[in-house]
Protein backbone atom coordinates (compact mmCIF):
# COMPACT_ATOMS: atom_id res chain seq x y z
CA UNK A 1 0.00 0.00 0.00
CA UNK A 2 1.54 3.17 -1.01
CA UNK A 3 1.29 6.15 1.36
CA UNK A 4 0.40 9.38 -1.03
CA UNK A 5 1.71 12.53 0.35
CA UNK A 6 -0.06 16.42 -0.88
CA UNK A 7 2.02 18.29 -2.64
CA UNK A 8 2.03 21.22 -0.05
CA UNK A 9 3.65 18.83 2.62
CA UNK A 10 6.56 18.29 -0.34
CA UNK A 11 6.75 22.34 0.02
CA UNK A 12 7.06 22.80 3.26
CA UNK A 13 9.83 20.20 3.90
CA UNK A 14 11.91 22.05 1.07
CA UNK A 15 11.16 24.87 2.91
CA UNK A 16 12.03 23.81 5.66
CA UNK A 17 15.11 22.19 4.77
CA UNK A 18 16.32 25.33 2.74
CA UNK A 19 15.54 27.66 6.00
CA UNK A 20 18.11 25.52 8.66
CA UNK A 21 20.47 24.99 5.62
CA UNK A 22 20.67 29.43 5.21
CA UNK A 23 21.02 29.28 9.10
CA UNK A 24 23.61 27.32 9.95
CA UNK A 25 26.38 29.03 8.41
CA UNK A 26 25.75 32.30 9.96
CA UNK A 27 25.19 30.15 13.18
CA UNK A 28 29.01 28.71 12.35
CA UNK A 29 30.33 32.40 12.17
CA UNK A 30 28.80 33.84 15.36
CA UNK A 31 30.30 30.71 17.28
CA UNK A 32 33.56 31.25 15.25
CA UNK A 33 33.63 35.31 16.11
CA UNK A 34 33.01 34.58 20.00
CA UNK A 35 35.26 31.54 20.21
CA UNK A 36 38.26 33.94 18.94
CA UNK A 37 36.61 36.71 21.54
CA UNK A 38 36.94 34.21 24.17
CA UNK A 39 40.44 33.75 23.51
CA UNK A 40 41.09 37.20 23.32
CA UNK A 41 39.71 38.22 26.28
CA UNK A 42 41.75 35.03 28.01
CA UNK A 43 45.09 36.57 26.46
CA UNK A 44 44.06 39.70 27.72
CA UNK A 45 43.80 38.78 30.46
CA UNK A 46 47.00 36.84 30.90
CA UNK A 47 49.45 40.04 30.16
CA UNK A 48 50.34 42.69 32.53
CA UNK A 49 49.23 45.68 30.61
CA UNK A 50 46.37 44.13 28.53
CA UNK A 51 48.49 44.35 25.47
CA UNK A 52 48.28 41.09 23.18
CA UNK A 53 51.68 39.83 21.91
CA UNK A 54 50.63 38.73 18.37
CA UNK A 55 53.08 37.24 15.82
CA UNK A 56 51.99 36.03 11.75
CA UNK A 57 50.46 33.11 12.91
CA UNK A 58 47.92 34.42 15.53
CA UNK A 59 47.09 37.43 13.73
CA UNK A 60 46.34 35.16 10.45
CA UNK A 61 43.90 33.82 13.22
CA UNK A 62 42.44 36.70 14.00
CA UNK A 63 42.60 38.62 11.47
CA UNK A 64 43.33 37.89 8.13
CA UNK A 65 41.28 34.38 8.33
CA UNK A 66 38.43 35.48 10.99
CA UNK A 67 35.40 37.07 8.96
CA UNK A 68 32.86 38.20 10.04
CA UNK A 69 34.66 40.19 12.79
CA UNK A 70 32.95 41.98 15.44
CA UNK A 71 36.08 43.53 17.43
CA UNK A 72 38.55 45.94 16.04
CA UNK A 73 42.41 45.92 16.63
CA UNK A 74 44.90 48.62 17.81
CA UNK A 75 48.05 47.14 16.93
CA UNK A 76 51.68 48.59 18.06
CA UNK A 77 54.46 48.12 15.98
CA UNK A 78 57.36 47.50 17.98
CA UNK A 79 61.29 46.10 16.94
CA UNK A 80 63.67 45.46 19.93
CA UNK A 81 66.84 45.79 18.19
CA UNK A 82 66.28 49.17 17.34
CA UNK A 83 65.05 50.24 21.17
CA UNK A 84 68.81 51.95 21.93
CA UNK A 85 67.96 54.40 19.11
CA UNK A 86 66.62 57.13 21.99
CA UNK A 87 65.63 58.96 18.85
CA UNK A 88 62.95 56.74 18.11
CA UNK A 89 61.76 56.66 21.55
CA UNK A 90 59.82 53.10 21.14
CA UNK A 91 60.22 52.21 24.66
CA UNK A 92 58.63 55.58 25.76
CA UNK A 93 55.95 55.16 23.38
CA UNK A 94 55.21 51.44 23.66
CA UNK A 95 55.20 52.17 28.38
CA UNK A 96 52.41 54.77 26.66
CA UNK A 97 50.65 52.48 24.70
CA UNK A 98 50.40 50.01 27.69
CA UNK A 99 48.90 52.67 29.90
CA UNK A 100 46.18 53.52 27.11
CA UNK A 101 45.47 49.71 27.26
CA UNK A 102 45.04 49.04 30.63
CA UNK A 103 43.27 52.25 31.35
CA UNK A 104 40.87 51.33 28.18
CA UNK A 105 40.06 47.81 30.07
CA UNK A 106 39.71 48.85 33.24
CA UNK A 107 37.13 51.87 32.86
CA UNK A 108 35.20 49.26 29.84
CA UNK A 109 35.68 46.06 32.35
CA UNK A 110 32.41 44.03 32.23
CA UNK A 111 30.72 45.86 29.57
CA UNK A 112 30.16 45.35 26.04
CA UNK A 113 32.83 47.64 25.09
CA UNK A 114 35.55 45.29 26.60
CA UNK A 115 35.13 42.94 23.35
CA UNK A 116 34.94 45.54 20.98
CA UNK A 117 38.86 46.25 21.35
CA UNK A 118 41.96 44.50 21.75
CA UNK A 119 45.47 46.18 22.18
CA UNK A 120 47.96 44.22 20.40
CA UNK A 121 51.03 44.41 19.72
CA UNK A 122 53.67 42.72 16.77
CA UNK A 123 57.90 42.30 16.70
CA UNK A 124 59.75 43.31 13.60
CA UNK A 125 61.89 39.34 13.01
CA UNK A 126 59.17 37.52 15.09
CA UNK A 127 56.33 38.48 12.73
CA UNK A 128 58.32 40.38 9.49
CA UNK A 129 55.26 38.82 6.88
CA UNK A 130 52.62 40.67 9.14
CA UNK A 131 54.91 44.04 8.87
CA UNK A 132 55.15 43.07 4.86
CA UNK A 133 51.36 43.05 4.87
CA UNK A 134 50.78 46.34 6.58
CA UNK A 135 53.51 47.68 4.61
CA UNK A 136 55.04 49.09 7.67
CA UNK A 137 58.16 50.55 6.98
CA UNK A 138 58.75 53.34 9.52
CA UNK A 139 58.34 53.51 13.06
CA UNK A 140 57.23 54.23 15.76
CA UNK A 141 53.87 52.83 13.66
CA UNK A 142 49.96 52.03 15.77
CA UNK A 143 47.57 51.05 13.46
CA UNK A 144 43.49 50.86 14.05
CA UNK A 145 42.27 47.80 11.93
CA UNK A 146 37.94 48.15 11.84
CA UNK A 147 35.92 45.18 11.87
CA UNK A 148 35.22 45.79 7.80
CA UNK A 149 38.59 46.27 7.25
CA UNK A 150 39.45 43.37 4.09
CA UNK A 151 42.96 44.57 3.32
CA UNK A 152 44.98 45.72 6.15
CA UNK A 153 46.92 48.15 4.04
CA UNK A 154 43.59 50.01 4.64
CA UNK A 155 43.41 50.70 7.91
CA UNK A 156 44.14 53.43 9.67
CA UNK A 157 47.16 54.74 10.75
CA UNK A 158 48.38 57.39 13.80
CA UNK A 159 49.47 59.98 12.49
CA UNK A 160 53.14 60.47 13.45
CA UNK A 161 53.32 64.14 14.84
CA UNK A 162 50.36 62.58 17.34
CA UNK A 163 53.12 60.59 19.30
CA UNK A 164 54.79 63.35 20.72
CA UNK A 165 51.36 63.88 22.57
CA UNK A 166 51.76 60.01 23.59
CA UNK A 167 48.78 58.31 25.70
CA UNK A 168 46.69 61.30 25.33
CA UNK A 169 46.98 61.71 21.48
CA UNK A 170 46.63 57.73 21.30
CA UNK A 171 43.62 57.97 22.95
CA UNK A 172 42.36 60.35 20.87
CA UNK A 173 42.71 58.59 17.89
CA UNK A 174 41.39 55.45 19.59
CA UNK A 175 38.22 57.18 20.33
CA UNK A 176 37.63 58.73 16.92
CA UNK A 177 38.30 55.57 15.33
CA UNK A 178 36.06 53.03 17.17
CA UNK A 179 33.61 55.59 18.81
CA UNK A 180 34.67 54.09 22.45
CA UNK A 181 35.34 55.86 25.58
CA UNK A 182 39.03 54.70 26.99
CA UNK A 183 38.86 57.16 30.23
CA UNK A 184 40.95 59.00 31.95
CA UNK A 185 44.47 58.57 31.76
CA UNK A 186 46.20 58.00 35.38
CA UNK A 187 49.81 57.57 35.22
CA UNK A 188 51.54 55.86 38.16
CA UNK A 189 53.28 58.69 40.15
CA UNK A 190 56.26 59.56 40.08
CA UNK A 191 57.62 58.98 43.52
CA UNK A 192 56.29 55.91 45.39
CA UNK A 193 55.16 55.58 48.56
CA UNK A 194 58.45 54.12 50.16
CA UNK A 195 60.56 57.00 48.95
CA UNK A 196 57.82 59.36 49.61
CA UNK A 197 58.25 57.87 53.13
CA UNK A 198 61.91 58.04 53.37
CA UNK A 199 62.28 61.61 52.64
CA UNK A 200 59.60 62.32 55.44
CA UNK A 201 62.03 60.61 57.40
CA UNK A 202 65.05 62.66 56.28
CA UNK A 203 63.17 65.27 56.48
CA UNK A 204 62.02 65.41 60.27
CA UNK A 205 65.69 63.56 61.23
CA UNK A 206 67.69 66.68 59.49
CA UNK A 207 65.17 69.83 60.96
CA UNK A 208 67.27 70.38 63.82
CA UNK A 209 70.12 71.06 61.74
CA UNK A 210 68.60 72.78 59.77
CA UNK A 211 66.78 75.22 62.22
CA UNK A 212 70.47 75.46 63.82
CA UNK A 213 71.76 76.83 60.53
CA UNK A 214 69.02 79.32 59.94
CA UNK A 215 69.61 80.82 63.46
CA UNK A 216 73.33 81.19 62.50
CA UNK A 217 72.71 82.87 59.22
CA UNK A 218 74.87 80.06 57.49
CA UNK A 219 72.49 78.91 55.04
CA UNK A 220 71.93 79.17 51.01
CA UNK A 221 68.81 81.19 51.32
CA UNK A 222 70.44 84.10 52.46
CA UNK A 223 72.54 84.50 49.71
CA UNK A 224 71.74 87.28 47.12
CA UNK A 225 73.63 85.47 44.65
CA UNK A 226 71.79 81.81 44.66
CA UNK A 227 68.14 83.64 45.20
CA UNK A 228 69.13 85.84 41.76
CA UNK A 229 70.02 82.59 40.30
CA UNK A 230 67.22 80.74 41.10
CA UNK A 231 65.09 84.11 39.75
CA UNK A 232 66.73 83.38 36.79
CA UNK A 233 65.69 79.87 36.67
CA UNK A 234 62.17 80.05 37.42
CA UNK A 235 61.73 82.48 34.94
CA UNK A 236 63.61 80.19 32.16
CA UNK A 237 61.35 77.48 33.22
CA UNK A 238 58.42 79.15 33.39
CA UNK A 239 58.63 80.66 29.49
CA UNK A 240 60.14 78.03 27.67
CA UNK A 241 57.27 75.79 29.04
CA UNK A 242 59.97 72.92 30.70
CA UNK A 243 56.62 71.88 32.48
CA UNK A 244 54.50 71.07 29.20
CA UNK A 245 57.55 68.95 28.29
CA UNK A 246 57.64 66.78 31.02
CA UNK A 247 53.92 66.51 31.90
CA UNK A 248 53.98 65.29 28.04
CA UNK A 249 57.16 63.53 28.17
CA UNK A 250 57.73 65.99 24.93
CA UNK A 251 61.29 64.73 22.99
CA UNK A 252 63.74 67.63 22.39
CA UNK A 253 63.62 66.56 18.98
CA UNK A 254 62.31 64.11 15.94
CA UNK A 255 64.35 62.08 13.39
CA UNK A 256 63.71 63.47 10.11
CA UNK A 257 61.12 61.10 7.87
CA UNK A 258 63.11 61.41 4.81
CA UNK A 259 66.79 61.20 5.99
CA UNK A 260 66.88 59.51 9.33
CA UNK A 261 70.49 60.44 10.06
CA UNK A 262 68.99 64.16 10.51
CA UNK A 263 66.97 65.77 13.08
CA UNK A 264 63.94 67.80 13.14
CA UNK A 265 64.42 70.35 16.19
CA UNK A 266 61.66 72.46 15.13
CA UNK A 267 58.08 71.25 13.86
CA UNK A 268 55.84 72.90 11.84
CA UNK A 269 52.43 72.92 13.04
CA UNK A 270 50.50 74.24 16.31
CA UNK A 271 49.51 70.88 17.11
CA UNK A 272 52.97 69.80 18.65
CA UNK A 273 56.00 71.49 20.33
CA UNK A 274 59.29 69.85 20.73
CA UNK A 275 61.51 70.77 23.66
CA UNK A 276 64.02 71.87 21.68
CA UNK A 277 61.62 74.85 20.46
CA UNK A 278 60.63 75.88 24.10
CA UNK A 279 64.20 76.20 25.05
CA UNK A 280 65.07 78.23 21.90
CA UNK A 281 62.00 80.56 22.91
CA UNK A 282 62.68 80.38 26.90
CA UNK A 283 66.74 81.66 25.84
CA UNK A 284 65.31 84.41 24.13
CA UNK A 285 63.20 85.64 26.63
CA UNK A 286 65.66 84.92 28.88
CA UNK A 287 68.16 87.65 27.29
CA UNK A 288 64.99 89.95 26.84
CA UNK A 289 64.40 89.72 30.27
CA UNK A 290 67.75 89.68 31.72
CA UNK A 291 68.31 92.84 29.74
CA UNK A 292 65.37 94.24 31.41
CA UNK A 293 66.47 93.81 34.87
CA UNK A 294 69.90 95.42 34.19
CA UNK A 295 68.96 98.49 32.45
CA UNK A 296 66.40 99.14 35.26
CA UNK A 297 68.24 98.03 38.17
CA UNK A 298 72.14 98.43 37.44
CA UNK A 299 72.39 100.62 34.18
CA UNK A 300 70.34 103.35 35.61
CA UNK A 301 73.37 103.93 38.83
CA UNK A 302 75.92 104.62 35.57
CA UNK A 303 76.73 108.27 35.75
CA UNK A 304 77.84 108.21 32.18
CA UNK A 305 75.08 109.21 30.35
CA UNK A 306 77.31 108.36 26.84
CA UNK A 307 77.62 104.91 28.33
CA UNK A 308 74.05 104.18 29.70
CA UNK A 309 72.72 105.78 25.70
CA UNK A 310 75.15 103.58 24.01
CA UNK A 311 73.83 100.47 26.20
CA UNK A 312 70.38 100.86 26.23
CA UNK A 313 70.75 101.14 22.05
CA UNK A 314 71.98 97.70 22.62
CA UNK A 315 69.47 96.55 24.88
CA UNK A 316 66.70 97.94 23.08
CA UNK A 317 68.58 96.31 19.49
CA UNK A 318 68.84 92.71 21.09
CA UNK A 319 65.53 92.94 23.12
CA UNK A 320 63.78 93.62 18.92
CA UNK A 321 65.89 90.95 17.45
CA UNK A 322 64.98 88.30 19.78
CA UNK A 323 61.01 89.08 20.12
CA UNK A 324 61.56 89.12 16.35
CA UNK A 325 62.51 85.88 16.17
CA UNK A 326 60.06 84.37 18.92
CA UNK A 327 56.94 86.52 16.30
CA UNK A 328 58.64 85.02 13.39
CA UNK A 329 58.63 81.31 14.77
CA UNK A 330 54.99 81.37 16.16
CA UNK A 331 53.70 82.86 12.25
CA UNK A 332 56.03 80.31 10.80
CA UNK A 333 54.64 77.57 13.17
CA UNK A 334 50.88 78.53 13.56
CA UNK A 335 50.88 80.21 9.61
CA UNK A 336 49.19 83.10 11.06
CA UNK A 337 50.49 86.38 10.52
CA UNK A 338 51.43 88.74 13.26
CA UNK A 339 51.95 92.47 12.06
CA UNK A 340 51.82 96.17 13.68
CA UNK A 341 48.26 98.25 12.85
CA UNK A 342 49.64 102.21 12.51
CA UNK A 343 47.49 104.93 13.26
CA UNK A 344 45.40 105.90 10.23
CA UNK A 345 47.17 109.31 9.84
CA UNK A 346 50.41 107.75 9.45
CA UNK A 347 49.36 106.30 6.03
Not at 35 to 56: C, F, P, T, W, Y
Not at 94 to 103: G, K, M, N, P, Q
Not at 176 to 194: C, F, M, W, Y
Request: glycine letters at 4%; hydrophobic letters at 45%; one cysteine or more.
Amino acid sequence: MSISVKPSVHLLLLLFTILCSSLTPFKAFSESDSDRVAELLNLQSRSKSGVIHLDDHSLNRFLTSGKPRSYSLLIFFDAAHLHDKHELHLKEIRSEFDLVASTFISHNKNTPSQSKLFFCDLEFKESQSSFALFAVNTLPHIRHVDPQIENPKDSARMDQSDFARLAESMAEFVESKTKLTVGPIERPPVVSKNQLGFAVVALLLSTPFLVKKLLDGDTLFLDSKVWLGLSVFVYFFSVSGAMHNIIRKMPMFLADRNDPSKFTFFYQGSGMQLGAEGFAVGFLYTIVGLLLAFVTQILVRVRNVTVQRLVMIFALFVSFWAVKKVVYLDNWKTGYGIHGFWPSSWK
